[in-house]
């Protein structure tokens, strides 16, 4: 399989100010790019630099996205696992096409994205009758992360962190929690959407207890929703 065909290509540019974390993670996350910013001052003192992150928690709340930012911030070109190209029926193919991605990332020096790691990273104990082929695809991925250049950087992401065999689990220094947001998080979020409107398109009623991804659906909805309505009252004459 030609190796374009196991990244999507995700051209969306996001900055560091797009993400909405608590001061916990956003300061793992700022530790992680200094160190990748004076990665050869730290190399002078033999100082190992974390260069395999673990994002997990609910969907929707921020992981891709903050996968994007760190990239952005690093200068560095994000390499997106094509999980659905990737995984084939033979364990061997899919394998191999795992390892592509993980050299043409090392190469590079890329950010590698993996979304939904627990497909790859299963615990060999979960399912009895593909324990056998989940061995050595999980072997295989032990020994790429393990070999891993410390120049280019890892970052998986996955719902269920529960699922990822604990071998897997690990090999990450860094593993970062996204919770559903708190309602005052997700105003602050609603804001930040909304300010690019005129005034009256931005009083939409708020949802809470949900992800950035739903309110963003919400808040967009509710905008276009207002727009067509003032469209549609200036060109549909009212009848008397």
């Known amino acids: 399989m030609n190796i374009s065909d196991l990244i999507i290509n995700d051209k969306e540019k996001v900055s560091l100010n797009d993400l909405f974390l608590d001061n916990v993670n956003r300061e793992q996350m700022m530790q992680l790019i200094r ?82 790691f627990d497909q790859i990273g299963k615990a060999r104990s979960v399912d009895d009758k593909d324990v056998g082929e989940m061995r050595r695809l999980v072997n295989t991925m032990i020994q790429l992360i393990d070999y891993y250049p410390q120049k280019a950087l890892l970052i998986c992401a996955t719902n269920h962190e529960s699922f990822i065999d604990p071998a897997l689990l690990r090999r990450f220094q860094l593993r970062i929690g996204f919770n559903m947001p708190a309602p005052a998080v997700l105003d602050a979020y609603y804001d930040k959407l909304l300010l690019r409107f005129p005034e009256n398109m931005q009083k939409i009623l708020r949802k809470y207890n949900i992800s950035f991804a739903e309110a963003k659906d919400h808040a967009f909805t509710a905008v276009k929703n207002t727009l067509i309505n003032e469209i549609e009252a200036r060109i549909i004459p009212v009848e008397g």
């Not at 630099?49 to 760190?70: D, E, H």
């Not at 029926?89 to 899919?94: A, H, M, P």
């Open 35 to 116: 160190e990748h910013n004076y990665i050869e001052e730290l190399r002078q003192y033999d100082l190992p630099v974390n260069n395999k992150m673990l994002l997990f928690g609910s969907s929707g709340c921020g992981k891709t996205t903050a996968a994007k930012a760190i990239a952005a911030a690093l200068g560095k070109d994000l390499l997106i696992l094509n999980l659905s190209n990737v995984i084939c029926s033979r364990i061997g193919e899919t394998a191999q096409n795992i390892k592509m991605v993980f050299d043409k990332a090392a190469r590079e020096n890329a950010v590698l994205f993996l979304d939904e």
